[in-house]
């Protein structure tokens, strides 16, 4: 069955401070995984797109690792601020057609 | 800025209620998309389509209808609005094998 979990699925941080959010699926076959993030009663916005071949992309302070081989993706945040406080979901598509599969998402909250 | 508007940020309706959706798109899209996204569910596919008149369910389809009668434009009709329909609508679009483009959303609740 075709996956996309995310963990974990709150977390808390102070401003400043690194965090990293993963991301494991089971989609085959793969196209590509994007995340994005969607701040609280909005639509969510693209942050980074890796394809099969790529294993890290970076946006900003954002940077999203994959690992093809044990279908695993991360994003890492660097110096947070507290406009990161969002969710961030992981999407994972198959090769062609239009099926895409959504994480739940990781809820994030920086504090002051 | 390239954006996909939706036409509502909040709606209340009542149990019964016929409900439009609607959604725009400014990027020259062919492929247009409905979720709707639920505490602890992500996001759930409802229907989309590839071309004007083309439409395809989703994973959720059932309580819904859409149409699509230009390129730019996509509408999700709920035909007797019921409570389990409380949720937040998105629609999004994209190029075929791009990523998508999502609107800001409509939070519909059915009392």
């Known amino acids: 069955k075709n996956q996309v979990e995310q963990s974990p699925q709150s977390l808390i941080i102070l401003e400043g401070k690194n965090c990293t959010l993963q991301c494991n699926y089971t989609v085959s076959p793969f196209s590509n995984l994007r995340w994005y993030k969607q701040d609280t009663g909005r639509g969510p916005v693209s942050l980074t797109i890796?394809?099969?071949?790529?294993n890290t992309k970076s946006n900003g302070r954002y940077t999203a690792t994959l690992d093809a081989d044990t279908k695993q993706s991360s994003l890492h945040i660097t110096a947070s601020q507290l406009s990161d406080s969002a969710s961030y979901i992981c999407?994972?598509?198959?090769?062609?057609?239009?099926?895409?599969?959504f994480g739940a998402g990781t809820r994030l909250f920086v504090k002051a | 800025d390239v954006k996909v508007t939706q036409s509502s940020r909040y709606l209340v309706k009542r149990t019964g209620e016929k409900v439009f959706l609607e959604c725009v798109q400014d990027m020259d899209h062919e492929n247009m998309f409905w979720y709707r996204q639920d505490p602890g569910l992500g996001l759930r596919l409802i229907y989309f389509s590839y071309d004007v008149k083309m439409k395809e369910k989703g994973d959720i389809p059932e309580g819904y209808s859409v149409s699509r009668e230009k390129k730019e434009r996509f509408s999700l009709i709920l035909e007797s609005a019921s409570t389990n329909q409380t949720s937040m609508y998105l629609c999004?679009?994209?190029?075929?094998?791009?990523?998508?483009?999502f609107g800001s959303g409509t939070r519909l609740t059915v009392v």
């Open positions: 999004a679009s994209s190029r075929t094998g791009e990523g998508y483009t």
């Open positions: 890796m394809t099969f071949s790529e």
């Open positions: 999407v994972v598509s198959h090769t062609g057609g239009f099926k895409t599969i």
